[in-house]
Structures are given as structure tokens and as C-alpha cells.
T-cell receptor, first 113, second 112 residues
Framework: EPEVTQTPSHQVTQMGQEVILRCVPISNHLYFYWYRQILGQKVEFLVS????????KSEIFDDQFSVERPDGSNFTLKIRSTKLEDSAMYFC???????????FGPGTRLTVL | QKEVEQDPGPLSVPEGAIVSLNCTYSNSAFQYFMWYRQYSRKGPELLMYTYSSGNKEDGRFTAQVDKSSKYISLFIRDSQPSDSATYLC????????????FGRGTSLIVHP
């Protein structure tokens, strides 16, 4: 069964460093998403991406965040200068169409020291 | 008032029990209602998806939406230890992007 994959599973970085989180969505899906979940809190939407551009973003997705689909398979989230409060699980998701079920990856745990 | 409220639990039940999980919400624009299951260190997995009010059944799972009370429920019949997970409710508006707004999740423990 096809699934969304994410790498790395755990990333530890120093405050102020740049990190890139990687995702491989399901191959025939057209919509891609990033969410984050701070420990003990709810899953929060960051950004959605369709047709090689951002279709929607939340207030959390400020100038330090960017997304890219550098090739036909990968979908990345870059955090330019990490802060302590960026420590969270980051989930990638994809869907065939906008209203269809979103399939989530296993997440990347980001720890900022 | 938060948009989506969900008791974090934990809710501990014996195997075979009927489980009731609930969420309330404040935004009457929500039209799509979802329940996700999240195992430890895994991403959320969609269990049930309903539009507007009413009931929907899928095997041991029943989702119920009462829009007049802004209240949704997930019932699990004949609960199993493998049902032990965190259950997230989520909802989205009709039209636009359909991006879900999640509750905090309820931790369910089914003990043998």
C-alpha cells in the first residue's frame, strides 16, 4: 500500500541553524501539506501546496519557513533560522484532490537546542 | 472559547467495552467532520469522515454529528487493546481549502 514517507525521523539542531525536512508524498497525489504538533498540543496546519505553489498558509508559516518541490517526488519544508519554539513533530500529508482524504507521513521530530 | 474542544483523557476501559469519544466546537461554518487515530510516534490516520449532521457506521466505529448542539461523537463497539491510541477529531469549512482544524486528541487505553 502506498504511503507518505518522511526523513529524517529525528533531527537535532542548534538554535539559529537551518533545517530541511523531507517528504515523499504518494505518487499520484496532487496536494501536499505540512503540519506541526508541539508535544501535548494539537496538530496545527502550516501550509498547503498545489501546482508548484503555495495555495494556503497559516499564521505560523512566517518568513522563516519555505516549501519546495525540487523534483517530481520530494516535498521539503525549510526552516531558515530555528528557534527553541520550533521544536515539534512535523507531519507531511498528501491528497489526490483538495477534499479527499489526507494521508499523513510518520513525522519528523525536530529538537532545537 | 477554543474552536474545537476535546478532553485529552486518558480514557481507560476494559476490552469489549463501548467507547464514546466526543468533541465540541464553536464555529457553525464547519460542515465536514473527521476522526483520526494516531498511534504513538506515528502520523494521524483517517478513520471516519462525515458531512453535515447524522450518523455514519463503519464496522465497529460509528460517527455521530449533531450540528444543532455543535457536538460530534465517535463510538467504538467491542473495543480491543489494538484500539489503544490517541483519537483526534477534526473539522473543516465547506468551500475554500477544506483544511482541517484539529482537537487536542483523547488518549484511549483498552486493557485486556
Amino acid at each position: 500500500e502506498p504511503e507518505v514517507t518522511q526523513t529524517p525521523s529525528h533531527q537535532v539542531t542548534q538554535m539559529g541553524q537551518e533545517v530541511i525536512l523531507r517528504c515523499v508524498p504518494i505518487s499520484n497525489h496532487l496536494y501536499f501539506y505540512w503540519y506541526r504538533q508541539i508535544l501535548g498540543q494539537k496538530v496545527e496546519f502550516l501550509v498547503s501546496f498545489y501546482n508548484n505553489e503555495i495555495s494556503e498558509k497559516s499564521e505560523i508559516f512566517d518568513d522563516q519557513f519555505s516549501v519546495e518541490r525540487p523534483d517530481g517526488s520530494n516535498f521539503t519544508l525549510k526552516i531558515r533560522s530555528t528557534k527553541l519554539e520550533d521544536s515539534a513533530m512535523y507531519f507531511c500529508a498528501s491528497s489526490v484532490r483538495q477534499l479527499n482524504e489526507q494521508f499523513f507521513g510518520p513525522g519528523t521530530r525536530l529538537t532545537v537546542l | 472559547q477554543k474552536e474545537v474542544e476535546q478532553d485529552p483523557g486518558p480514557l481507560s476501559v476494559p476490552e469489549g467495552a463501548i467507547v464514546s469519544l466526543n468533541c465540541t466546537y464553536s464555529n457553525s461554518a464547519f460542515q465536514y467532520f473527521m476522526w483520526y487515530r494516531q498511534y504513538s510516534r506515528k502520523g494521524p490516520e483517517l478513520l471516519m469522515y462525515t458531512y453535515s449532521s447524522g450518523n455514519k457506521e463503519d464496522g465497529r466505529f460509528t460517527a455521530q454529528v449533531d450540528k444543532s448542539s455543535k457536538y460530534i461523537s465517535l463510538f467504538i463497539r467491542d473495543s480491543q487493546p489494538s484500539d489503544s491510541a490517541t483519537y483526534l477529531c477534526a473539522m473543516s469549512r465547506a468551500g475554500g481549502s477544506y483544511i482541517p482544524t484539529f482537537g487536542r486528541g483523547t488518549s484511549l487505553i483498552v486493557h485486556p
